[in-house]
């Protein structure tokens, strides 16, 4: 009898059990599960709000479905978000952004503030959250020394340098 079984997660959960056990790389296979399209979340959406007697406006599931960018990891926080946002029937703009806000802050919580808690250095920490209150997506060094600390700045070639290394090892910057 053929038989399946899924183990879902993150990559680098896959890779750390392979690390504890390389047995494991050999019986299990790693399967990367694409981002939804539009189209699909657009659908979800609908019908996920429509199962409960709800439903969202048109630029409110724009709104989603720009912030959701095909993650079902976020398509399941945004939804249940927005979900207990809402005050009525109708799901609007209004209503869409408190939902994806409280979503970020929620995944920020849960997923970002344990690895920001292993930074080893005061200092890179830092650097880090004052790039978080600067929304950027990307920058040039000069750009960034002028929202650091004299301190700061002294450390940011050599933590430019070991988040880029960290970053292609997916480990944690110490």
């Known amino acids: 009898m053929p038989l399946y079984i899924l183990f879902v997660g993150y990559p680098e959960k896959f890779d750390n059990l392979v690390l504890q056990d390389l047995s494991f790389g050999r019986i299990f296979h790693h399967e990367e599960i694409g981002n939804l399209e539009d189209g699909d979340v657009r659908e979800f959406f609908i019908n996920a709000f429509d199962s409960v007697g709800m439903k969202c406006e048109d630029n409110a599931l724009e709104l989603l479905v720009m912030f959701f960018q095909g993650s079902p990891l976020m398509m399941q926080h945004i939804g249940d978000a927005v979900f207990w946002q809402a005050n009525g029937e109708i799901i609007t703009k209004n209503t869409a952004t408190i939902g994806v806000l409280n979503a970020a802050n929620e995944l ?26 600067h929304p950027i997506y990307g920058f040039q060094k000069s750009e960034l020394e002028s929202i650091l600390s004299d301190e700061e700045n002294n450390v940011l070639s050599n933590f430019l340098v070991k988040i880029m290394i960290k970053a292609n090892e997916g480990d944690v910057l110490t």
């Open 108 to 133: 920020g919580s849960k997923q970002i503030r344990p690895d920001l808690n292993r930074i080893g250095s005061k200092r890179y920490l830092n650097i880090l959250l004052k790039l978080g209150k």
